[in-house]
């Protein structure tokens, strides 16, 4: 009797199988992002050394003095690329900042794109050269793998298997490398990450340097996901929730503090939030809109949804 909290996929069943190995995957991660919301994925082809590489930079970055970090700060630009220092976000329906720091790098497009006006250029650390490249490499990586999941899901929302594929290429995602510190006094009320749904399309994770990661089931219950050893844990963010029309379950999750013993050790996590271009329209499928479902929402676009949620959470004024 297996003892996961989410389902375990293998995503090289759907790139590389056959007819019916394909059809199995879609119908599995289907189920998974009806039900649950979360997936664990294995054989995803995101290299362990792409991963390695950027968790290594990322724990030379935090772990320089908070005024060489805070030259990366870049004011006006709500967090969506550089650093953001510590108790700066928060989830929205609270006013507590969160117990975590980050650094973010977004899309990176030719001069002459047409989107290229759209997204800020991202943020070189001089005193770690190899940090924005390797984030580059693992960017390009998981939005590989993102795509891939995201054809298996147009499959099973009855959708062309390329619904998604001009979406999303050159979109507005983000790369983000998070650390929570050491907690060295009791905290009144914040936890590393209080309880949120992501904002956008779907989220790749992969394993954070501790645990703390949490799920809010339908009965109201919190289940710590534990991803095994080259595992990546995907959810479904808003927008996707949106389009569907509450088919596809963004699920509530948050990273609570360790216990009191190990309060010292920090923690790394690297999450990708896959976003689609900002003029996606976000306008429910008319597929999933039915008698039991009926439409739940107005029509948005992708970045107007984003500029919305942006302001909810605090880094936009």
Request: overall charge negative; glycine content about 6%; charged content about 25%.
């Amino acid at each position: 009797m297996s003892n996961r909290s989410i389902p375990l996929v293998d995503l090289s069943k759907f790139v590389h199988g056959n007819e019916t190995e394909r059809t199995e995957f879609v119908h599995q991660l289907g189920d998974a992002f009806h039900k649950v919301g979360f997936v664990g994925v294995i054989n995803h082809g995101i290299p362990q050394s792409k991963i390695d590489a950027f968790y290594d930079a990322s724990k030379m970055f935090f772990s320089m003095p908070v005024s060489v970090k805070e030259k990366y700060e870049v004011k006006g630009l709500a967090g969506q690329r550089g650093y953001t220092s510590f108790g700066k976000e928060h989830a929205k329906q609270s006013k507590v900042a969160d117990l975590k720091e980050f650094f973010q790098i977004g899309q990176f497009v030719r001069e002459n794109h047409p989107l290229k006006a759209e997204y800020p250029d991202n943020v070189d650390v001089a005193e770690s050269p190899e940090f924005y490249r390797q984030g580059k490499e693992l960017y390009k990586a998981f939005e590989e793998a993102g795509g891939h999941l995201l054809r298996a899901i147009a499959i099973h929302l009855g959708l062309d298997e390329k619904y998604f594929d001009d979406k999303i290429e050159d979109g507005n995602s983000i790369l983000r490398s998070i650390h929570y510190p050491p907690i060295t006094a009791e905290p009144k009320s914040a936890i590393r990450s209080e309880q949120h749904e992501d904002i956008n399309l779907i989220t790749l994770l992969v394993g954070a340097s501790a645990g703390g990661l949490q799920l809010l089931t339908s009965d109201n219950e919190w289940l710590e996901i534990l991803p095994e050893e080259g595992e990546i844990v995907i959810n479904v963010g808003d927008m996707l929730q949106r389009l569907t029309n509450n088919y596809l379950k963004s699920t509530t999750h948050r990273v609570v503090n360790p216990p009191k013993e190990q309060w010292h050790v920090p923690r790394l996590s690297i999450p990708f939030f896959l976003h689609p271009k900002s003029k996606m329209d976000l306008t429910c499928l008319p597929s999933t809109v039915t008698i039991e479902r009926p439409l739940a929402y107005e029509p948005i676009t992708a970045g107007e949804y984003l500029d919305e949620r942006l302001r909810e959470i605090g880094l936009k004024k």
